[in-house]
């Protein structure tokens, strides 16, 4: 599996493929049966699309398929068949969907998370990982620590009044991502920030909906006015407005060393000055900064909402962390070299994101070849769904599934870090699993070292813990008490 993922990073074919039976003698996969002409979309309409497409795997296996108009979807449930489709067989499964709406909103393909696998795709994703890594390197940890400082005075200026720290958080993870971006950061109460935050929640969310989907799988549908769709173009020309803004003023006057954008701009000319290789444009680096901020904002607040709301119910798991800060670091805030001396608060991370894997089915892939899973065959242009939310509640893997236990990833818990796939893998491993990674670590750390989380009296129940599926996996709003701790004031 190592070479596998060195091939995947490096974008070389592995030597040797592994063989499949043809179409003719494959089993066909199982599946619900069909609707003449819709097929299987009803049951893509569903509300909590992760919990059905994870019911329907106990009932048709963890391999199913779904026909949706001309298209075939096999939806993979465990951990063991996303790996063997998404690392082993990574040069099979690389693609993305041929999609007209996703065209649309990923500047005609050129994003790095909708793209398809070509190479200039390849070239894309090379610059942007490079730009990232170079900027983390230098500076993410102190970016990551100044924003946990800044989210804590803010929480501490609520007074232990009941709030809704969801917007808190947005902004904490946004202002990591912009910092990195632009050396620019915002103020919750920034129109700019509140406007393209809006934008990209609305892009987040309609772009899950089946109103959507639909266009995809049967074309003339396009023809039909669709109040949904028409609403989604207006919200993808206010982002690419707002991104275009911040990157033109960028460029005349707030350049600043160190940052992807200045990355990005050098990269850009430099690739295209060499004769070989691909041409990037001014669009791709316009189509990086939407991948960051959306990738870089929705999911490590959505995960700190989700690791809140868990904490209330089992309050005593807060105590075990703050108790460990304590002892091993005699109260200083944590380091991310910290993390191995850490077992309990890495214990927390990882049962949230297995429990609430914050992208629950990933992104679609596409097969760009004949290939095969669990010996099936899989014709090209297969689309492949990895259910992470399914795989994380696999009862073969993991002992009562849906229980919240950090304590199964302790020593001896019988949790299986290999079984854990949060970020996806192969050559469309998450693009900033290092920044995300350290994100959850520093801000969980600040956040426990420094506070209780307590249910208000004033609430009759726990947060519900159902979530609201998009492409990102939300919890609804719920009211928090923060009450500082005592080594907080030190
Ligand atoms: C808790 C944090 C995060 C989680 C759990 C997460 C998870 C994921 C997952 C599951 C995918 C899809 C992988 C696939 O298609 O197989 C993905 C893709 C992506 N993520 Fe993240 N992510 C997180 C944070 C971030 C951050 C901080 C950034 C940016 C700085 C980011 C940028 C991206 C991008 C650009 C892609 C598309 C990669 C591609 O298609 O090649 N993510 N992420």
């Not at 009803?42 to 026909?67: C, F, S, V, W």
């Not at 992470?388 to 893997?397: I, M, N, Q, S, T």
Request: with cysteine; net charge neutral; glycine share 8%.
């Amino acid at each position: 599996e190592k070479d596998d993922k060195e091939h995947a990073h490096s974008g070389t074919v592995p030597k040797c493929r592994s063989e499949f039976l043809p179409r003719s003698s494959s089993p066909s996969i199982p599946g619900p049966r069909g609707f003449f002409l819709i097929g299987n979309m009803m049951e893509l309409a569903h509300d909590h699309l992760p919990i059905h497409l994870t019911q329907l795997a106990r009932r048709y296996g963890n391999i199913y398929r779904l026909k949706c108009g001309n298209t075939t979807m096999v939806v993979l449930s465990s951990s063991d068949l996303i790996r063997e489709a998404l690392v082993k067989k990574w040069s099979d499964f690389a693609g993305r969907p041929i999609s007209y709406t996703g065209d649309i909103v990923s500047g005609g393909g050129r994003s790095i998370s909708l793209g398809d696998y070509t190479e200039e795709w390849r070239a894309h994703r090379r610059l942007v990982h490079g730009a990232l890594q170079r900027c983390c390197h230098q500076s993410l940890q102190e970016v990551i620590e100044k924003q946990a400082l800044h989210l804590r005075q803010v929480l501490m200026d609520y007074q232990e009044r009941a709030v809704d720290l969801a917007e808190d958080f947005t902004v904490a993870a946004s202002n990591v991502i912009t910092t990195l971006a632009f050396g620019k950061e915002y103020d919750k109460s920034s129109t700019e920030l509140q406007q393209l935050h809006c934008c990209l929640n609305e892009i987040v969310g309609l772009w899950g909906s089946s109103w959507i989907s639909v266009l995809d799988s049967f074309p003339l549908l396009r023809k039909l006015p669709n109040p949904v769709f028409s609403r989604l173009l207006k919200e993808v020309a206010k982002r690419d407005e707002i991104i275009q803004h911040h990157l033109n003023s960028y460029k005349s006057h707030g350049k600043k060393e160190g940052t992807i954008t200045q990355s990005l701009l050098q990269g850009v000319d430099e690739q295209n000055t060499r004769e070989d290789g691909e041409h990037l444009t001014d669009v791709h680096v316009h189509m990086a900064t939407v991948d960051l901020i959306i990738g870089g904002t929705e999911t490590a607040a959505a995960w700190l909402n989700w690791t809140i709301a868990f904490l209330l119910h089992r309050p005593e798991i807060q105590t075990k962390v703050y108790e460990e800060l304590c002892t091993v670091l005699e109260s200083r805030y944590p380091k991310y070299s910290d993390r191995h001396r850490l077992p309990v608060l890495c214990s927390l991370i990882s049962e949230v994101l297995r429990l609430r894997p914050v992208a629950p089915l990933a992104v679609p892939h596409r097969a760009i070849r004949d290939s095969s899973i669990a010996g099936y065959f899989i014709p090209k242009n297969t689309v492949v769904i990895p259910n992470l939310f399914g795989a994380h509640h696999d009862p073969a893997v993991w002992t009562d599934p849906y229980s919240f236990r950090p304590e199964r990833f302790l020593e001896g818990g019988g949790g299986s870090n290999r079984a854990l796939i949060p970020f996806g893998g192969g050559a469309r491993l998450c693009l900033g699993e290092s920044v995300g990674k350290m994100e959850l670590f520093l801000f969980t750390g600040y956040l426990l070292r420094d506070f209780e989380f307590i249910l208000p009296v004033s609430e009759t129940s726990l947060p519900e813990l159902r979530g609201i599926a998009t492409v990102v996996l939300k919890i609804k709003s719920y009211n928090v008490i923060v009450r500082p701790r005592p080594v907080a004031s030190s």
